[in-house]
């Protein structure tokens, strides 16, 4: 006894299969006017609730996709995103090296800063290899091709800013244990 999936309605399931379908009715319209209306959009009834919902969840989503476009565009067309994008002004790279002053702070601090440029090195210098391998599927000239070299540019300038703090800070590190031993008799 009960419901089973796939079977018909009743005690020997030779009933209903089709689930009866919820049908909205105008107000103050006869049943006569409502099956005219049906039969005249055979293929979308325009009174079955199930439709109609779905009809305003598409439209709905519409609306939305429409909003977002707007909002898109008023972002992009923002006079300060505008000047930004003008003057090519980035937003800034912060690194703990920058922040420190190399001749002042600790060796403890120095090799700190050191592992961390190293990290930073091996990311980027990954991120490279991504782009490189990225590279050689754009054919030399395509706007993909001439995108993806500049990221490598501006990768291997990054690369090579890092690797200057990092020789700075061995360079001081050095100093600093040439100064020790000069000072052991």
């Given at each position: ?17 089709r689930?009866?379908e919820a ?16 039969e ?15 009809r305003?969840?598409?439209?709905e ?8 476009e707007r ?9 300060f ?5 003008t ?16 001749k ?5 601090d ?10 930073d ?5 990954n ?10 599927k754009y054919?030399?000239?395509?706007n ?18 890092l690797?200057?703090?990092?020789m ?13 031993k000069m000072?052991?008799?």
């Open positions: 006894m009960g419901y089973v999936p796939g079977t018909g309605l009743g005690a020997a399931s030779d009933g209903r299969l689930p009866v049908r909205a009715t105008p107000p103050g319209k006869s049943l006569d006017h409502c099956m005219a209306l049906s005249k959009m055979a293929s979308q009834d325009p009174l079955k609730v199930e439709q109609k919902l779905k305003l969840q598409k439209k989503e519409e609306r939305n996709k429409r909003a977002y909002e898109k565009e008023r972002e992009r067309r923002n006079v995103n505008f000047l930004n994008n003057l090519g002004q980035k937003p800034e790279q912060t690194t703990n090296v920058a922040s420190i002053d190399i002042q702070s600790t060796s403890k120095l090799n700190i800063e050191q592992f961390k440029l190293e990290e090195c091996r990311k980027i210098e991120e490279i290899v991504k782009l490189n391998s990225t590279l050689s054919p030399q000239g395509t993909g091709y001439r995108s993806i070299a500049m990221q490598v540019s501006e990768k291997n300038k990054e690369l090579s800013t690797r200057n703090k990092e700075q800070i061995a360079k001081e590190q050095k100093q600093r244990k040439d100064k020790q000072t052991v008799f």
